[in-house]
């Protein structure tokens, strides 16, 4: 977590906007009398589906009072959570047309412009959080980040570890292979990239925003959903259902990103200072959550759901043979498999 992520960023805008804002700002106070250091602070809009008690949302606030302390005065560090400002998903786009400056983005939101990402939306691909900071901090992460800030006018900073992705079900079921998932409406995020992870389960997967998943399952509208073991406890999952099977079918991970228009209009000791900020919000977020989420097996069995596990075996074979004859395995570059499988 200490080393700077390899991603090679673009080389800084050939003229520094903030002090071009500076100069209107000195102007301005000529003009007006306003002071002119808030009007050259930079903006950095953050916007996150995370829920307040969720690492990934207090991530943010180390990022913030981070760069606060690195560069005094020089950032407005804005957090919404909840999917207040952009709905879940929406953050890419948001970034590239300029309304957003910072999320975290799901290797299932990069899919879709970036299809070679599409392997770490795969279950059973990456074991482990160590494993999996040592490929995106790595030449793999180098090399799917370029394509990334080539594709998507976004720029990666660091790797957050999300979770690993466990079913939470409403009742209990005896599951113990895919096939003991077959009609179980999954709740999974409103994308193909999910869906289809959840097809691969064996359950049937049912599109649902996060925000609206404590009531989905409150309701009956859907039988469970899927989420690391920390955001079943922040987003309290737990009081609406009965069950966790511990699948493990994804490590997820979400990654710190910035608009690459922002940052490449920011000094190079600025771009030094956000990418600082954002590695000690991941290091934040991955030491507390590693740390919880072995804690929590404990947690759930004493508010009184039942924690099983499955077969494991037949859940890797069943879900990597869904993902090997599907269209995403076409475009995986050629060779990143073993590369990933090599990483230890
Ligand atoms: C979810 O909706 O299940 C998910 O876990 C998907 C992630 O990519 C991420 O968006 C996360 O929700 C939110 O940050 C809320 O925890």
Do not use: C
Not at 50 to 74: C, I, Q, R, Y
Not at 188 to 216: C, D, H, I, N, Q
């Amino acid at each position: 977590m200490k080393t700077l992520p390899t991603v090679s960023h673009e080389p800084t805008a050939p003229f520094n906007r903030r002090s071009l804002l500076a100069a209107t700002a000195a102007a301005a106070l000529t003009a007006s009398g306003l002071p002119a250091l808030a009007q050259s602070k930079t903006v950095l809009r953050i916007s996150t589906p995370a829920v307040p008690d969720d690492w990934h949302a207090k991530m943010w606030t180390v990022f913030k009072d981070n760069l606060e302390k690195s560069a005094p005065g020089e950032f407005d560090v804005q957090i919404n959570l909840n999917a207040s400002l952009f709905k879940q998903g929406a953050e890419p786009t948001a970034m590239s047309r300029g309304n957003l400056e910072l999320a975290t983005v799901s290797a299932q939101d990069i899919s879709k412009q970036v299809p070679e990402f599409s392997i770490f939306t795969a279950g059973y691909i990456v074991r482990d959080p160590v494993q999996q900071q040592k490929i995106f901090n790595g030449p793999i992460g180098a090399e799917m980040f370029k394509l990334v800030t080539e594709k998507m006018e976004i720029t990666p900073l660091a790797t957050a570890y999300l979770g690993t992705r466990q079913v939470n079900l409403r009742e209990v079921h005896k599951v113990n292979v895919p096939a003991d998932l077959k009609g179980i409406k999954l709740r999974m995020p409103g994308s193909k990239e999910w869906l289809f992870l959840g097809e691969a389960l064996g359950a049937t997967p049912t599109p649902l925003a996060f925000g609206e998943v404590y009531l989905g399952l409150k309701s009956g509208t859907i039988d469970g959903q899927d989420n690391p073991l920390p955001s079943v406890k922040a987003a309290k999952f737990y009081e609406v259902t009965k069950q966790i099977v511990l699948t493990g079918h994804l490590v997820d991970g979400i990654f710190i990103s910035i608009a690459s228009k922002t940052f490449k209009a920011l000094s190079p000791a600025n771009q030094q200072k956000v990418l600082a900020a954002a590695q000690a919000a991941a290091a934040f977020n991955n030491e507390n959550r590693i740390k919880e989420e072995a804690e929590l097996v404990a947690f759930f069995k004493k508010e009184g759901l039942q924690v099983s596990t499955p077969d494991l075996d037949a859940f890797h074979k069943t879900v990597q043979a869904a993902y090997q004859n599907s269209d995403y395995a076409k475009v995986w570059p050629k060779g990143l498999l073993e590369r990933i499988n090599a990483t230890k």
